[in-house]
T-cell receptor
């Protein structure tokens, strides 16, 4: 079992819709979770971090964490074509500053 | 200043060359990282420096040699690389300590080994 898994996509949604991105992780001791957006040819950009069970909202983005189910999700409301990118889920292993990234989900928002 | 800078943006080198990648941040972060990213793959952690000490080396070949001269600078020295080492090399930094996990990435150096 891979440490961090994501649906590889591509995930296509129409403009204005809600995009839902999912991530599962295997290490129960993981404490912190992150979503990054990466445009083609660019470096990853931090969108959200979440540390506690429940929802965390920032503008059009909502991160959801369920540690019992080892599941993290990212919802993007009112999706825009500029949201088209690869979304990377990252999990901090429970020893030090040691990220492991999921394979990424490619999102395409259609005008 | 809220960014991580990397130089050069692009680098082409032969298998016998020696070159260095540089990374700088002025956010007061005390942890710095090197990642390697191949096309259509996620970043893979190579090295972690925490408070200027190497804390993690993910079994990286010795032809990659990291150096952290001070809390703001991180170098990656390259020697006798192979064509399969061609990739985007990313530097990142984080605050470190409790609640300081968020990593911020530089723009990367695209390396081509001929």
């Amino acid at each position: 079992q891979k440490e961090v898994e994501q649906n590889s996509g591509p995930l296509s949604v129409p403009e204005g819709a809600i995009a839902s991105l999912n991530c599962t992780y295997s290490d129960r001791g993981s404490q912190s979770f992150f979503w990054y957006r990466q445009y083609s040819g660019k470096s990853p950009e931090l969108i959200m971090s979440i540390y506690s069970n429940g929802d965390k909202e920032d503008g059009r983005f909502t991160a959801q964490l369920n540690k019992a189910s080892q599941y993290v999700s990212l919802l993007i409301r009112d999706s825009q074509p500029s949201d088209s990118a690869t979304y990377l889920c990252a999990v901090n292993r429970n020893y030090g500053q040691n990220f492991v990234f999921g394979p990424g989900t490619r999102l395409s928002v259609l005008p | 200043d809220t960014e991580v800078t990397q130089t050069p943006k692009h680098l082409v080198m032969g298998m016998t060359n020696k070159k260095s990648l540089k990374c700088e941040q002025h956010m007061g972060h005390r942890a710095m990282y090197w990642y390697k990213q191949k096309a259509k793959k996620p970043p893979e952690l190579m090295f972690v420096y925490s408070y200027e000490k190497l804390s993690i080396n993910e079994s990286v070949p010795s032809r990659f040699s990291p150096e952290c001269p001070n809390s703001s600078l991180l170098n990656l020295h390259l020697h006798a690389l192979q064509p399969e080492d061609s990739a985007l090399y990313l530097c990142a930094s984080s605050l470190a300590g409790v609640g300081g996990d968020e990593q911020f990435f530089g723009p990367g150096t695209r390396l081509t080994v001929l």
